[in-house]
């Protein structure tokens, strides 16, 4: 079957680990599968996601996992108007928010848990990336890497008006406070990317617990050397050596220019 929605050949792996100093694993990730959904790549192109949980009484994984759930239960779902890639992620994140929200809301040891989330759309020759709070997506062109989010915490905000140097903030007491979040409000805001995908891209999503110990430079290098299925456990590695004191999460995203048989096949002329 051919599932073609992209010029280029995606190679893409995922991985989560506890690190080295929590027993518990609050972070959750999903990379769109075949069985549910290649059917609408094409038409709405391939989803990835990593969500890092926030709550106690196992509240966080709870909130991860439900804000991965719904929006791949939403994007992939029975709207079919023809939005494009980013509206149709907001409004699946946005789901997401009011679901975890209302759960909350009800459930008296789940009072006041939340989630970050980070999203990829790879449709036609176009990334797509969505993010609320401090996980973070990184693009890697021509051996650059480049941090596509923002992180929505205390500490960038302190940064971005000149109130703390880039190293205070990464070592900060407050550096995991997150000021956004979902489910902590009924509304939420989401930031949206779009960026014109070139052969050799390497596109990472990645929970704090990577970009909190490892720097964007030995990432970059990394994502450069392995492919996807080996650079998730080489990414992981890294920020376990460095302590791993959070959970890591990583999705990693190859796009490649198809193989010249494809052309051959057409013939001369
Ligand atoms: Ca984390």
């Given at each position: 079957m051919d599932h073609r929605y992209t010029s280029f050949h995606l190679t893409a792996a995922g991985c989560t680990d506890p690190g080295?100093?929590?027993?518990?694993?609050q972070d959750a990730w999903r990379i769109a599968g075949e069985a549910e959904t290649a059917h609408l790549w094409a038409e709405r192109g391939r989803f990835f996601a990593v969500a890092d949980g926030m709550g106690g009484h196992a509240a966080g994984e709870i909130a991860s996992q439900l804000a991965i759930d719904t929006m791949f239960d939403e994007y992939y779902?029975?709207?079919?108007?023809?939005?494009?890639p980013g509206i149709r992620m907001e409004k699946a994140i946005l789901a997401a928010n009011l679901k975890i929200y209302e759960q909350a809301a009800l459930q008296e040891t789940q009072a006041g848990m939340g989630t970050t989330i980070v999203a990829a759309v790879v449709r036609d020759d176009w990334l797509t990336i969505a993010n609320v709070g401090d996980s973070r997506a990184y693009l890697v062109r021509d051996g650059e890497p480049l941090q596509i989010t923002h992180d929505h915490s205390w500490v960038a905000e302190q940064v971005e008006v000149g109130a703390l140097s880039e190293e205070e903030a990464q070592n900060h007491?407050?550096?995991?406070?997150?000021t956004r979040c979902l489910g902590h409000r009924s509304e939420v805001s989401v930031d949206i990317f779009d960026y014109a995908l070139e052969s050799g891209d390497v596109v990472l999503l990645c929970s704090d617990g990577l970009s909190n110990q490892v720097s964007a430079e030995e990432i970059a290098q990394i994502l450069i050397e392995y492919p996807p299925d080996q650079a998730t456990g080489e990414l992981v590695d890294l920020a376990n050596q460095y302590g791993g004191p959070d959970n890591i999460t990583v999705i990693v995203l190859h796009l490649l220019e198809p193989p010249g048989d494809v052309d051959q096949a057409k013939g001369p002329g």
């Open positions: 080295q100093r929590r027993t518990v694993n779902g029975s709207n079919n108007a023809p939005l494009s007491m407050y550096r995991s406070v997150v």
